[in-house]
C-alpha cells in the first residue's frame, strides 16, 4: 500500500494497561518483538510521517525512533486527549497534513488498507471524521481525524468530556466496515485488541504459527 504524504499515523499508547498489570502494554513481547513493533510496520507504508502518543519518561520508546507527545489535557483523560494532542502537533511540524489516522497500540492485526480506506470513504466530504467498524462494533480510537478538528476536540475535552465514542457520534462520523482478516488461517477482527494476558497468549500464538 502506498503511503499517504497528507496522512500523519498518530499509535497511542497513553494507556494505564491495568488488566496486564500496569506498565505500557505495547512493549509487551509479541512473536518475539514489542507489540508497538508490529503495530509500526503495519502503519509505516500507509502514512507520511508517525508519532506516538504517550505520557511519562518518553525515553524509554527511544528505541522506536519516533517523536513522543504526551497528553496537553491534565489526569490521563484517555486516548480522546491522545488524538488532541497528535492533531496539534501535526499541525505544527507536518503542516501540509490533512489528517491524522489513530491507531491504538494494542490492535496487532489492523488492516494494511486502513488509510486507502477511509480516505475514500471521506473523499466526498473531506472534513468529516471517518472510524472503524467490524463484526465486533464500532472502534471509534481507531479513526482518521480532520487536522482542523484539533480546536472542537480541546472544546469537548476542556467542558469535562471524555468518550471517543461520544464526540465521533456527535461530529457524524461517517463508519467504514472491515471485515475479518486471516491470521495463522483462523478468521480474526481486525481490530482485535490485547487488553489480558490471554489475548496476548492467544495473539502470540496466532502470529506463529502464520510465521510457519
Known sequence: MDMDAGVVGLLLAGGRSSRLGGGDKCLRSLAGRPILSHIIEHLKPQVGRMVLNANGDPSRFSAFGLPVVADSIAGFAGPLAGVHAGLAWARTNVPAARHVVTAATDTPFFPT????????????????????????????????????????????????????????????????????????????????????????????????????
Open 113 to 212: 488498507d486502513l488509510v486507502a480506506r477511509f480516505l475514500s470513504a471521506v473523499e466526498d466530504s473531506p472534513g468529516k471524521l471517518a472510524v472503524a467498524r467490524s463484526e465486533e462494533g464500532v472502534h471509534p480510537v481507531i479513526g482518521l481525524w480532520p487536522v482542523a478538528l484539533a480546536p472542537v476536540i480541546e472544546d469537548f475535552l476542556e467542558k469535562g468530556m471524555r468518550k471517543v465514542g461520544a464526540f465521533a457520534k456527535q461530529q457524524g462520523a461517517v463508519e467504514v466496515y472491515f471485515p475479518k482478516v486471516e491470521i495463522g488461517g483462523m478468521p480474526i477482527d481486525p481490530f482485535f485488541n490485547i487488553n489480558e494476558p490471554e489475548e496476548l497468549s492467544r495473539a502470540d500464538a496466532l502470529l506463529r504459527e502464520q510465521a510457519q
